[in-house]
């Protein structure tokens, strides 16, 4: 069984810096793209950060210059280190990897159960 667990989250006041972590454990076979997300209060969703296995980053235009993807691979984890945050950026923030695994060799999707990130005025 797969599971991506996330820990990092809190509330941080306009300007601070937060550190999301999240690990990959099961039997897993080959961990691929590993991605954040964020989901609003106002229910928008969207994909914030993405690393390839290779270690290539890509982020949403709203993140750029501030927050930071890294990815260990050798531990199965990702982190997002955020910075310069804004109130905007409250949002409850998911981990997703494309996974192979021992019991199910085709790619798959997997999710974390979130995080919650508030950022005060």
């Known amino acids: 069984q797969v599971q991506l667990v996330e820990s990092g989250g809190g509330l941080v006041q306009a300007g601070g810096s937060l550190r999301l972590s999240c690990a990959a454990s099961?039997?897993?076979?080959?961990?691929?793209?590993m991605r954040w997300y964020r989901q609003t209060p106002g229910n928008q969703h969207e994909i914030v950060a993405s690393?390839?296995?290779?270690?290539?980053?890509s982020y949403a235009d709203s993140v750029k210059g501030r927050f930071t993807i890294s990815r260990d691979n050798a531990k199965n984890t990702v982190d997002l280190q955020m910075s310069s945050l804004k109130p905007e950026d409250t949002a409850v923030y998911y981990c997703?990897?494309?996974?192979?695994?021992?019991?199910?060799?085709?790619?798959?999707?997997?999710w974390g159960q979130g995080t919650q990130v508030t950022v005060s005025p």
């Open positions: 997703n990897a494309d996974i192979r695994s021992f019991l199910f060799p085709e790619l798959r999707t997997y």
């Open positions: 099961g039997n897993i076979y080959s961990l691929n793209i």
């Open positions: 690393i390839t296995r290779d270690g290539n980053p």
